[in-house]
């Protein structure tokens, strides 16, 4: 198989694409903005199924009037610790630069508080809003639901989404832990740029169309995923929906696949958010007590945190290789 043809691209210039192709297709200054700050922030962490590659569903949805390009996201307070913000048909980036700041000064004040995003399309990964909560001190818990992709352990057909579930814990003066992960085995993204790629998944990552295991991501696609972990991940999987959906009064994932109009993009859905603030409800000496948790994990050989890798992407302000044939692809949309 020949190599992957790749181009060096600044972060700057992948902001810049992102934002002129956002506010060509219909979006106005700050959805354009908080898109494209979106999508630089993946391609800068290593996220590549959430950073350009998701360029083409967006506008799909845009142009499909789906998808509302000027939403204003409107947010409501009724009890100090839930909040909920109403995206308006927009995507979700905008709505979560209002509404996580409200969230984080409510479990501040209360301890523990909740935000549901609803009226919303998420698109993206989920680390982005577990770690602003993080960074001021919050742990924080975000998952939201999709259409069905992945068969319920025992089952071969698709009832459950990829659906997502984050997690934050805050480190003072340290990189916060993040950790970021589908409850299928693979995220539907890292199959669709294995097919795209013609390089196999590993075995067990979904069931062809003939409802067979295999390692064939075109094949997958025609097919099912699988949840990770058998009937652990199929559990988490449920219980993502039921947050997710039925605590956010939100479309379950089975409910989306009715009422999306399949243009590219994601379905309209919601999102759960959960912060705790660890000084009030842990008390004092958290901090001490989790580090100390986290030396002895750390002393351990081979253990490496999850996110420490996106974070160690990060630290590089240098340009990226990309994909030439997705970048001529996004470039062909200005």
Sequence with gaps: ?????????????????????FSSHGCDTDNATALARTVTNAERDGSLSHGLFRIPGYLASLKSGKVNGDAQPKIEQNLDSVITVDGN?????????????????????????????????HFAALWPETEFLAERGLSGIACTVYKPAVAPAGASKAFFGTNPISFSWPRPNKTPLVFDMATSTLAMGDVQIAAREGHPVPHGTGLGPDGKPSDDPAEILKGVLLPFGGYKGSAISLMVELLAAGMTGESFSYEAEKTDNNDGGPPKGGELILAINPELVAGKGWTDHSEDFFSHLKAIDGVRLPGERRHKNRLDKGPRQVNKDLLSKVRSFL
């Design 1 to 21: 198989m020949p190599p992957i043809e790749t181009e060096e691209i600044s972060l700057d210039e992948i902001y810049q694409l992102a934002f002129k192709v």
């Design 89 to 121: 048909l927009g995507y979700a980036p905008l709505s979560h630069e209002k509404g996580l700041p409200v969230l984080a000064d409510a479990a501040k004040r209360s301890g523990i508080a909740v935000m549901r995003l609803i009226n919303s399309f």
